[in-house]
């Protein structure tokens, strides 16, 4: 009854920069916060950027600085600007949008992306 769908993956050189969608779908009360994740080949799953209901945001050290995220006026939609992609940024991107339970979000429940892959050359 809830689908998380990103898009705006590529290819694209070092130094450049792309733009990631999610939008979340479905039976929605509210969201409580939107995050995102990439996990390269070999390597785990990292939480690379977050943003909760009132707007508060974090990243990882790895993108802090290069990345934002931000939300929809509608709020079931997030965004992840990269810029001065690397190629260590290489990697599939997740979105996980937390679904609240009822509108009082008293509780929620973790929806998943199918992932969008980003590829950077050097």
């Known amino acids: 009854q809830v689908q998380v769908v990103e898009s705006g993956g590529g290819l694209v050189q070092a130094g450049g920069s792309l733009r990631l969608s999610c939008v979340a779908s479905g039976s929605i009360a509210g969201i409580h916060g939107m995050d995102w994740y990439r996990q390269a080949p070999g390597k785990q799953r990292e939480l690379i950027a977050g943003i909760n209901s009132v707007g508060s945001t974090n990243y990882a050290r790895s993108v802090k600085g290069r990345f934002t995220i931000s939300r929809g006026n509608a709020k079931d939609t997030a965004y992840l600007q990269m810029n001065s992609l690397k190629p260590d940024d290489t990697s599939v991107y997740y979105c996980?949008?937390?679904?609240?339970?009822?509108?009082?979000?008293?509780?929620?429940?973790?929806?998943w992306g199918k992932g969008t892959l980003v590829t950077v050359s050097s």
């Open positions: 996980a949008a937390h679904v609240c339970d009822t509108a009082s979000c008293g509780s929620f429940k973790t929806y």
